[in-house]
């Protein structure tokens, strides 16, 4: 593998002041590529950060397992919060994507774009 990490972002032009906004860094390691946002996976509305005083909606999490809760899940649900641009994908057929995105040595990509390979590849 060329590229260790992807960073994806949402850059639509629709976006107020040409904001760009942060959808998902995956990150390879070493055997498969792991979704860096616990928050994202799968719609799981949880975040680790101190404020959130929820209960976690994953028995994994509550262990602070968050590898394990990944393994369970295998659709994933990325939206940009500024124009809500959606991408809901099974990971045995982004990560192939994903495969090919970091052969390529790219290590940065939209939303937009993704959902275009993604669509092509399907």
Request: hydrophobic share 35%.
């Amino acid at each position: 593998m060329t590229v260790e990490q992807i960073v994806v972002v949402c850059d639509e032009p629709s976006h107020a002041r040409s904001k760009i906004a942060d959808i998902e860094t995956f990150a390879w390691d070493g055997s498969r590529w792991k979704p860096t946002r616990v928050e994202q996976v799968a719609g799981y509305l949880f975040s680790p950060s101190p404020k959130n005083t929820a209960q976690p909606s994953h028995p994994a999490m509550s262990q602070g397992d968050y590898d394990g809760m990944e393994e369970d899940v295998d659709q994933l649900h990325y939206k940009c919060k500024l124009c809500r641009l959606d991408l809901d994908v099974r990971k045995s057929v982004l990560f192939p994507v994903l495969d090919r995105i970091a052969e390529a040595g790219v290590s940065h990509t939209t939303l937009k774009a993704l959902i275009r390979v993604i669509s092509k590849s399907t």
